[in-house]
């Protein structure tokens, strides 16, 4: 299926008077205009294009890389205001729309906004919205204490900046943790601090350190006091008691279990985890 807002590898099917007409696998075909087309080709050729709908509303290809596709987050220039909505530079020739509905605030031509393109199921056109936090999912984390993450700088609160984690998550580094310049629209490279059961991430720029103990270690300990030493879980447990008793990951509770057993700090039987000085 030719899904606009993505690149597209296609064979050159046929030439016409306005261009080429590509297909893909399926049979579906789009039409690359005469000013896209390269200067040597062959019919059965394939090609590289992006694909989206032209000033008619039209599926149509282009050899052009645009600065932003669908399901992505890009820095964009708004470049008209109408009535309807703003518009921004893609890097194409017909412009990225943005209704007024999906503005955090109102766009002035000249200013550069992060925005995220989705497809507007209704209207079945591409769209933008700068209201980029309604796009990212903190209900099931994909990230771990001390893993390295691609941030994307999203924009200044009272506690820091809010970033957001691998275009998935949305994350805080506090400010007390920015050593450095940083802007909204930033790409740069972090990890993860530490993960709350609420599924808020806090995000560091500076490699962790070393730690003689890391945080889900910790949370470990802190239970089996809570619990005369002994919690019944084991590297066998079913991932949903992990998370009932522990609030974490199967994968976190192995890597801090196996952090606590190489310090001699718990005892692991086949009926869970002992702590060794209440160990008998």
Not at 138 to 157: G, H, Q, R, W
Not at 166 to 185: A, C, P, S
Not at 266 to 275: A, F, N, P, R
Request: hydrophobic share 35%; charged share 30%; net charge negative.
């Amino acid at each position: 299926m030719l899904r606009i807002g993505e690149h597209h590898v296609l064979t050159i099917d046929r030439e016409t008077e306005p261009g080429l007409f590509l297909r893909d696998d399926d049979g579906n075909d789009v039409l690359l205009p005469n000013k896209y087309i390269p200067e040597q080709f062959e019919l059965e050729d394939e090609i590289k294009v992006f694909v989206y709908l032209d000033h008619e509303e039209r599926p149509v290809a282009t050899t052009l890389n645009p600065l932003i596709k669908l399901d992505e987050f890009a820095m964009l220039k708004c470049v008209e205001v109408t009535d309807f909505g703003a518009f921004l530079d893609w890097g194409l020739e017909k412009h990225l729309f943005v209704p007024f509905k999906e503005q955090v605030y109102p766009m002035t031509i000249g200013s550069r906004y992060l925005v995220f393109c989705y497809l507007d199921l209704e209207t079945d056109r591409l769209v933008a919205s700068s209201k980029v936090h309604a796009f990212l999912d903190n209900s099931e984390l994909t990230v771990e204490p001390f893993e390295e993450v691609d941030l994307i700088i999203s924009n200044k609160t009272d506690l820091g900046y809010n970033v957001i984690v691998n275009e998935i998550h949305l994350g805080l580094i506090y400010k007390d943790d920015i050593f450095q310049q940083i802007n909204v629209g930033d790409r740069l490279k972090g990890f993860v601090k530490k993960t709350r059961p609420d599924g808020k991430i806090d995000i560091t720029l500076q490699r962790p350190g070393y730690r003689s103990i890391e945080p889900n270690a910790q949370l470990i300990l802190d239970e089996l006091e809570r619990n005369n030493g002994y919690l019944p879980v084991t590297d066998k447990s079913d991932p949903k008691e992990i998370q009932r008793i522990l609030e974490m990951s199967k994968k976190s509770f192995k890597r801090a279990a196996g952090t606590l057993y190489k310090q001699r700090r718990i005892e692991i039987k086949d009926d869970g985890i002992y702590l060794q000085e209440v160990q008998k």
